[in-house]
């Protein structure tokens, strides 16, 4: 007990965990918010929970975006019961205070989450078979599927525009305006291939604001590492990290799972001869997904492989304008980390435009 300080202990004991808390370990997982994981043990038994220190300057409404997930979560589950004996492994499970609600503030107003820990289950970063990339495809198409009947507009936009592109590259052009840190000098080349891509990069946040696309309930953050699977890898079995779910286009969704699986490479890998839009995977990751996902309309069809660039466009420009702020927004594991990040997407993207009559 000893490793665990008196501030974490009094935060943990507002939520009903079983058991009593025996460890709690930090990890380094998300851009975004702060994670931890403990252990309770009751007798025999030991219980696991992830704990959430919740970013609240990226998330300014913790309580609206708890609100969500819950929806999407019970709503999830209730689908899965009818399916599965045993629901565990396939949807987060909020875990409530002691007073019933879903966050809780502590002294310092640090607002922090509990989920139960979903265990025996693997984690990928980077698909190295076209099979992972077949289960990611089929698990954002089950999961867009489950939530098809729950109306976009009945959830809360907890991040107003996050993927609207007009509006990121509007922060880009603020940054550059701004120029805090005097690092636009040094990206001059990121800025140039972005600014020549604008308009192609908004075809889908235009046809969704001109109401062209059905709103409907999407994830917004379905990169491969937010998919749990089966140790055995023969399943994806539950989308995690709900923070973003809001009302937006499934192709947000399709986009990123693209972005983070048709690639030969890491998000942040330096070594940009090893980022290549690999379309072995490309094709599994939409034979999986379209094998569950039935629901489309034809403009959401045609725009499958857009959608890949456009979020890979998207994030480009969010890690390039957080470099230009001086890192503000996303946690950095060293110096260069945001500008690598978005030479990484800027190089998929140039390797997409190359292979795009390849693939359909
Ligand atoms: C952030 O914190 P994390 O890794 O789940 C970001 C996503 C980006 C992602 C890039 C709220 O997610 O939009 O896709 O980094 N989340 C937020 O890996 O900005
Ligand atoms: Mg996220």
Known sequence: MSDISDQMLSVLAHFRLQGSVKSVSQTKVGHVNQTYFSE??????????????????????????????????????????????????RCLEVIPTIDGLLIHEDREGG???????????????????????????????????????????????????FHDMRVRYAQLEEAVRMNRVGRVASVS???????????????????????????????????????????????????????TVMPGTILFDTGDMIRSAATSAAEDERDL????????????LLDGYQSKAHFLTKDEQSLLKESGRAITQIMGIRFLTDYISGDVYYRIDRPNHNIDRSRNQIALIKDMDCKWDEVD
């Open 40 to 89: 309770c043990v009751d007798g025999e038994r030991t219980y696991r929970f992830t704990h959430q220190r919740i970013n609240t300057k990226a998330f300014k409404n913790p309580g609206q975006m708890m609100e969500n997930i819950y929806r999407v979560t019970t709503h999830i589950q209730n689908k899965l019961r009818l399916e599965y004996e045993d629901i565990s492994q």
């Open 111 to 161: 607002v922090w989450r509990t989920y139960r820990y979903i265990d025996h289950v693997k984690t990928i970063e980077t698909v190295t078979r076209a099979e992972e990339a077949f289960l990611l495809g089929e698990s954002v198409g089950t999961f867009q599927t489950q939530l098809s009947d729950l109306s976009g507009a009945s959830l809360h936009v907890t991040i107003k525009d």
């Open 273 to 284: 001869s090893l980022v290549r839009f690999n379309t072995e995977f490309y094709s599994a």
């Open 189 to 243: 080349k990121e800025l140039e291939f972005f600014y020549s891509n604008k308009e192609r990069g908004c075809i889908i946040s235009d046809l969704l604001n001109a109401g062209r696309l059905p709103l409907r309930a999407t994830h917004n953050d379905t990169k491969i590492s937010n998919v749990l699977f089966s140790e055995d890898e023969k399943e994806g079995l539950c989308i995690i990290d709900l923070d």
